[in-house]
């Protein structure tokens, strides 16, 4: 059977998670407020995060990753995409060990993730 040419439909363009940084890897922003979020249902604790002004003038809520951190209002923050799955509304992270945002101390695993330098050997 011959296709009919003209009768096919594409498919919807997705919707972009992280439309503040589209076709960027990561832009420059100012903390403007550090905060904790509750996570969705199944899970517990405070997650923290910091809304962010960035240099395009958008405000967005970012995820700051691992334990412990040193930001503040006024801190100079690298943030990429990629959403916090349990905190509703957090759709960007921020990046360790970049700008004025600190890696994260004592760090054996995964440390190109945290920012955080090889420690020295006995």
């Known amino acids: 059977m011959q296709v009919l040419r003209g009768c096919r439909t594409a498919q919807r363009v997705r919707r972009t998670v992280s439309p ?22 199944p899970n517990s604790g405070e ?8 240099s395009t ?4 809520t970012a995820y700051i990753p691992g334990e412990g951190h040193n930001v503040q ?3 100079v923050v690298l943030v990429r995409g990629g959403r916090s799955q349990d905190c ?3 759709g960007y992270h921020l990046v360790r060990g970049a700008m004025d945002l600190g890696g994260v101390g004592n760090r054996i695993k995964s440390r190109s993730k945290y920012g955080t330098k090889k420690p020295k050997t006995a």
């Open 20 to 41: 503040a940084v589209a076709q960027r890897c990561q832009l420059k922003g100012v903390c403007v407020k550090v905060g904790t979020v509750k996570p969705k249902k």
């Open 47 to 54: 997650r923290k995060t910091a809304k962010v002004r960035l």
């Open 57 to 60: 003038g958008r405000f967005v």
């Open 73 to 75: 209002q006024h801190s």
């Open 88 to 90: 509703p509304g957090v």
